[in-house]
Structure formats: C-alpha cells, structure tokens
C-alpha cells in the first residue's frame, strides 16, 4: 500500500515536470518569433527610410542642377563639333544679363483662352506671355522650360474665358525693357502695361492682400421670374427698388463665413472654406452700345475659392428673381449641402489685386515705388473698354447666354442634395492639403 502510494506520487511529479518543460519551450519558442519579427519590421522601416532620405536627395540634386550652369569643356566641345561639321554659336550677352526680381502689370481678354495658368497643348495667357519673354530675351531658353527659375508668380488664376483687367505677376526680368516692342508681339487681348522693381523676396500670390472682382451681366437677369424676359432681353430697365434688392441681397455675403457651398470638394469642416468677403456691391444700371441695359457687381474678399463668385451671383440673381428666398443662402453657409446656380464664365473679370501692407512698408522707403499703377491707369481703362467689355457687350448681345441660363434656374432645387456623396473632411493635423493650397484666387 506504501508502496502505491510512493509510485503514484512519483507519477504525478513526472508529469508536472514534463508540463513546466513543455510550457517553457512553447514560450520560449514564442519569444524568439517575436524577436525575429521585430527586428524583421526594424530592418524594413530602416529600408524605407533610407529610400526615402535617398529620394529627398535626388531632388536637391535636381533643384541645384536646375539652377548651376553645367561646366562645358569647350576645346573638348569643339573638337567633337569640328568632327561632325557643326560650328559652335557666338557668345550671347544676354545669357549673362543680370536679372532683378520685378512686379508686371498685365491685362487681357480671356473669351479665346483656357485660362490664365500654362497648360500643355492649350492656348493660355502665359504661354503668349513666355513666348514674347523668351524672343526679347526678358528669360532664357531655361526659364521658359521651367519658369520656377526665373521665379514666376501669378497673383491669381482665371478660369476658361476668364478676363482680367489689372493682373500682376512677379518674375526676374532684365533692368532695360522695351514694353512698346514686347507689346508688339502679343495678341492683341494681352497688353503688358508696366514693371515695377521690387523687394528681393517679392512674391505676387504671398504679398497679395484682397484681390477685387466684377461681375457684368444684363439687368434682365433680375426680371420676376414670372415675367417672360425672352420678349425683354434689350428693353428691361431696373428699377431703383429693385435695384436696392440686388444690393441688399449682395451685402448678405459680406464678413468671414463659410462658403464650401459656392465651391466644389470642400467640406464645411475644411478651415480654407471659410472666406473673409470685404464688400458687395453693384454699380448704377448703364446702357452698352447694342442698347442693352447692363450693371457690373463688385466683390472684394482676401481670397476666393473655384467657382466661388459665380455661385454667389448666381444664388443672388435666384433670389431678386423670385425663383428662391435668403432663407436659401442663409443655409447654404451653414453645414447643408444645397444646390445652388452657378452664373455664366462671361461677365467675370479680375478686376484689381491689392497690395496694401506692401505698399505700407516698401512703397515709400525711396527704393521702391508703390504697387498702385496710377501712371498706367489711363491706358488700362482704354484696354479695358476697348477688348474686355466690349467683348462682353458684343457676346451677350449676339449669344445671349444669361437669358440662357436663366432658363435654368427652375431646375434647381435649392434644398439638400442627396445625389452625391459629401467630401471627405479636412485633415485635422494641421496641414492644409495640397488641393487646398493651390484652390485659392481660382476664378
């Protein structure tokens, strides 16, 4: 019976031993397969950040290459030349033509244009600028490849068929110019009116403190929605009440609010959908030289989004019409998604681009003059008048494309949309994305 006892109790012991040795492997076992996946996800995030220091890398090394002149070996140059019968060009001064960062004064037509910003294969406003640059030698063949070198800056985008009477720009330009002859081989919708030398570190976009635009449209497009404005398109005249309407509509939009229905893929939550509006205004009604009564709106704000004024006008113009109440643009500056009208292209111009705080700390230091183009104001007006508004006079006259639109409005709802998802919310680090950075002034 001892016996059995001392043999059952030896059994038991050998059984927990063998468990306790077991369970240490296993263990063991599990702590050296972590190990080796640490040290395996240690070894990749080293990989990959070692790809990326060598990327950053690489593009130094393409910025500086982009900016050094590459050392030629001339004798070796012209031996290889002088063998395949090609004769080196003359030394030509302009490549060693000392270039100092200026303020250009530009305006144009944009109705046979697709905007303002170079685009390839389309026909835009800087592509004839940096063509006329390059044959009078204001950049070289380098900058007109790559204009960052030369330092080239809009103040803002326009759009397709998108004018602008007083755009500026700032690029590096040779102290002696000849505007009369760089003017000569522009088309005739652009003109260059001035140069202005400024502070090293200028920048057209940056320095930019409120940029003001115009809307001109015929004053038929605030006819009742129940009149028949087919039969009043070049007799309509606006009267002083409804006159006061439109003008009380547009003050509405002043001050800082949120305006991610007036624009495309911003989300109430996206910080850059809010914009600070300084004044809305409408001129007295006038007639153009077709007959047709016409007035010309007024927005000055720090910045605009796409698409941003032409939506304000046109929720403006359902409102005075009738077609829908400010109850609409109330809620289209809260969270709701609305749907709203967006006015015509043809009748938008960027008017003028302020440099106030500028012009308040270099504009009178002796050095530099102030970003205010009063001496080129005479002839500006003239171009204005003679290839902008004419072209407005003329096209809405003939195509009539605001009585157009305005057959449109009706189709609208100006309540919630629910046929499309709503954008996804900004970024909450802090960063503003890419797409939000470059959607400003992009009208």
């Known amino acids: 019976m001892l016996l059995s006892r001392i043999i059952n109790r030896y059994t038991k012991a050998a059984v927990r031993l063998k468990t306790c040795t077991t369970r240490h492997k296993s263990f063991a076992a599990a702590m050296s397969e972590a190990l080796d996946k640490l040290e395996l996800e240690n070894e990749a995030r080293k990989a990959a950040k070692a790809s990326e220091e060598e990327a950053v890398k690489e593009t ?199 305006f991610h229905n007036f624009t495309s893929k911003k989300n109430f939550l996206d910080p850059s959908s809010k914009r600070f509006i300084m004044s809305f205004t409408s001129s007295e009604p006038f007639q153009s030289p077709q007959g047709i009564e016409f007035v010309t709106l007024k927005v000055k704000g720090q910045s605009f989004m796409l698409h941003q004024i032409r939506k304000m006008v046109g929720l403006a113009i359902a409102i005075v019409r009738g077609n829908t109440t400010t109850e609409s643009l109330e809620r289209a500056l809260t969270e709701e998604r609305l749907d709203l009208p967006m006015a015509p292209g043809l009748g938008l111009v960027l008017d003028t681009v302020h440099y106030e705080r500028y012009n308040d700390r270099y504009g009178k230091d002796g050095i530099h003059n102030p970003l205010t183009w009063q001496a080129q104001e005479a002839q500006v007006q003239e171009f204005i008048e003679r290839e902008i508004f004419s072209q407005i006079y003329k096209t809405e006259a003939e195509q009539r494309n605001m009585l157009d639109w305005i057959g449109t409005l009706h189709y609208h709802s100006y309540d919630t949309r629910k046929d499309d998802a709503p954008p996804p919310p900004a970024a909450t680090d802090g960063k503003r994305s890419k797409a939000a950075a470059d959607d400003d002034n992009d009208e």
């Open 60 to 258: 130094n090394r393409v910025k500086r290459n982009l900016k050094r002149k590459k050392w030629v070996d001339w004798k070796t140059q012209d031996e290889e030349d002088a063998a395949s019968g090609v004769k080196r060009a003359p030394f030509d001064p302009a490549d060693r033509i000392k270039r100092k960062k200026s303020a250009i004064l530009l305006s144009y037509c944009g109705a046979n244009y697709y905007g303002m910003q170079r685009n390839p294969g389309m026909q835009t406003i800087e592509e004839e600028l940096f063509k006329a640059m390059l044959k009078h030698k204001w950049i070289t063949e380098d900058s007109f490849e790559q204009v960052q070198i030369a330092c080239f800056q809009r103040a803002a985008r326009t759009d397709k068929g998108v004018s602008a009477a007083r755009q500026v720009c700032s690029v590096k330009l040779p102290e002696e110019l000849d505007l009369e002859a760089f003017n000569a081989d522009l088309p005739k919708q652009i003109r260059l009116f001035g140069v202005e030398r400024v502070t090293k570190g200028f920048n057209a976009k940056d320095q930019c403190n409120a940029r003001t635009y115009t809307y001109t449209l015929p004053t038929m497009a605030f006819a009742s929605c129940e009149e028949k404005i087919e039969d009043l398109h070049d007799t309509f005249r606006l009267s002083p009440e409804l006159l006061e309407k439109v003008r009380e509509t547009l003050k509405l939009y002043e001050g800082t609010k949120n």
